[in-house]
C-alpha cells in the first residue's frame, strides 16, 4: 500500500510560479513511476506529468502538451518524494492537484494510488 500526501498549492498571479510536493510512503518508491493529474471544475481528470523508467533504468519524463516547457517534474527516491514544478502560470491551469503512483513503468495512464489533492489557482 502506497499513500501520497501533497502540498504546496495555493493562490498565484498568472506568469507566476508555484512548486507541488508530494511525500509517498512504501519502501518501493524507486519502483514507482509518479504522477501528476489535475481536474478542473467541471472537467474531466487530465494527464500532467508522468515520471517513469525504461529498460535500461534510467528515468524518463513525460507531459501532456499543455504544460511541456512550463511544467517539470522531478523525484528523490532517498527523500520518497515527487515535486511538480510549475512556471508561466496561466488562469487556465487552475485545478485540483493530484499526486499518483504506480508500479509498473511506462506512459500508461492507469495508476493506482492516488493523493488527496492540492488546489492551486491562477488568477488572471
Known sequence: QVQLVESGGGLVQ?????????AATGRTFS??????????PGKEREFVAGHTWNTG?????????SVKGRFTISRDNAKNTVWL??????????????????RSNGLGRNYDYWGQGTQVTVSS
Do not use: H, I
Not at 31 to 36: A, D
Not at 57 to 65: E, Q
Not at 86 to 100: G, I, R
Open 85 to 102: 514544478q510549475m512556471n508561466s502560470l496561466k488562469p487556465e491551469d487552475t485545478a485540483v492537484y493530484y499526486c499518483a503512483s504506480k
Open 14 to 22: 498568472a506568469g507566476g510560479s508555484l512548486r507541488l510536493s508530494c
Open 57 to 65: 533504468n534510467l528515468y524518463y519524463a513525460d507531459y501532456a502538451d
Open 31 to 40: 519502483t514507482q513511476t509518479m504522477g501528476w493529474f489535475r481536474q478542473a
